[in-house]
Each structure stands twice: as C-alpha cells, then as structure tokens.
Nanobody, 127 residues
C-alpha cells in the first residue's frame, strides 16, 4: 500500500523558515516523482516543487530561490525547505507521487498527473 505522510508544518512569522517532510512507503522510492502541492480553501492547487529521476528538480516561479526540495534515499523521505516565508505561502501543503514514466515532460508541476497523495500539513505565515 502506497503511503505518504507529511509533517513539519506550523505557524511561523514572515521571513522565517520551515522544513516539511514527506515520509513514503509502499513503492520503489527511486522510480517515483514526488511533488509538493499547496492549496488554500477556495483556491486551485499549485504544484510548487518536484523531484524526479537523478535528482532533477522543478520549482514554481512563486517559490524559486526560497524553497528547496530534496530526497533522503536511506529514509525514503522527501523534504521541502522553505525559507523567507511570506503570508502568501499560507496553505495546506501536500506531497504527491507518481511513477516517473507516467509523467510527461512539462507536466512535473501539474498536480492532476499525480496519483498518490498524503493528507497534508498546514503552514501558516503571520505578517
């Protein structure tokens, strides 16, 4: 059974940092792409950072230079280091996974192509 469990969310002041974790199990970790997605009530989901084969990464323009995605292959865990947080970063953050071969070029940040999802962790940035 594929499982994705997010943790690390919380309340932080603007300019602060948080590191989110996505602990995974039930699938070959090195064969899956992992996407961090955020969504606020009433808003569309936004893919913010993806890691895939060979450590290749993609970032949404809204987080480039502030967020860093990484993998720990020993722990089957993906991290999202978030620095210089802004109030606009306040959202529920989810990690999602899918087989690398099922994601076509240009779709890496598109939430709709990911099959497996965690339950999310809330990030709140105060001004």
């Amino acid at each position: 059974e594929v499982q994705l469990v997010e943790s690390g969310g919380g309340l932080v002041q603007a300019g602060g940092s948080l590191r989110l974790s996505c602990a995974t199990s039930g699938f070959p970790f090195n064969e899956f792409a992992i996407l961090w997605v955020r969504q606020a009530p009433g808003k569309e989901r936004e893919g913010v950072a993806c890691t895939a084969e060979g450590g290749t990464t993609w970032y949404a323009d809204s987080v480039k230079g502030r967020f860093t995605i990484s993998r720990n292959f020993a722990k089957n865990t993906v991290y999202l280091q978030m620095n210089n947080l802004k109030p606009d970063d306040t959202d529920m953050y989810y990690c999602a996974a899918n087989e690398i071969g099922d994601i076509y070029g240009g779709q890496e940040l598109r939430p709709s192509v990911y099959e497996y999802w965690g339950r999310g962790t809330q990030v709140t940035v105060s001004s």
